[in-house]
């Protein structure tokens, strides 16, 4: 009675057909894998019409495909109250995420929001209130202090989680996944509507430029009150 063999050879056939199917896994796979790895970076610069760099501006990448958005989670954010002003004056965040609001003086502080996209109020603390704030609304989301009227800072609560704040140079940065996205700036002091900052990319490659000129109004500000010096004080 012939035993089979552990070790026997598998047929000429079937050799072929594994190597094959090994060869296929070879040119395939990596490939498929980058596709979905694939990041473009995004390098914006946002700045007046006369050059001048626009600090603190949101960039959004609004996939065209809305099914890009699913499994996008909320985050946690930190908006810290420092020498009696906001830090940073303007915080992106994902809608859903939760931000705190940070006491960082000596003094209290009386952190509110009458905006339609979230109104909330942490009255009077020191230290780090018990509840973070959860943006839960897309839209921009202006805070005030109830002690220091020249506090002034802004949630912007994006659709998309995709976005980015530009620094003191006016320029940001966004990793995004490769595909079609309209494209987004806003500024609290922006002159002309968000709306019409649109503009529709095709993120392929390794990196993309984009630059945008907005015009801006003159920010309004109310002055720090002579009995609130920078250090110390009651209030
Ligand atoms: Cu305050």
Redesign the pocket.
Known sequence: MAVPSLTSRPSPAASRAKALALLLACALLPASFLLRAQAVNLDVSVTTPDGQPVADAVVVAMPVDAAALAGAKPHAGQID?VD?EFVPKVKAVFVGSSVSFPNK?N?????YSFSPAKRFELPLYAGVPAQAVVFDRPGVVALG????DW?VGYVYVSDSPWFATTGADGKASLAVPARAYVMRVWHPQMAGEEAATRRTIDATGAAMTLAWQVAMKPEVRVRRSPAAPAHGGHY
Not at 107 to 111: E, K, L, M, T, Y
Not at 145 to 148: E, V
């Open positions: 109250q009696k003086d003094v209290r502080h009386h952190v202090c109830n002690i220091h506090m």
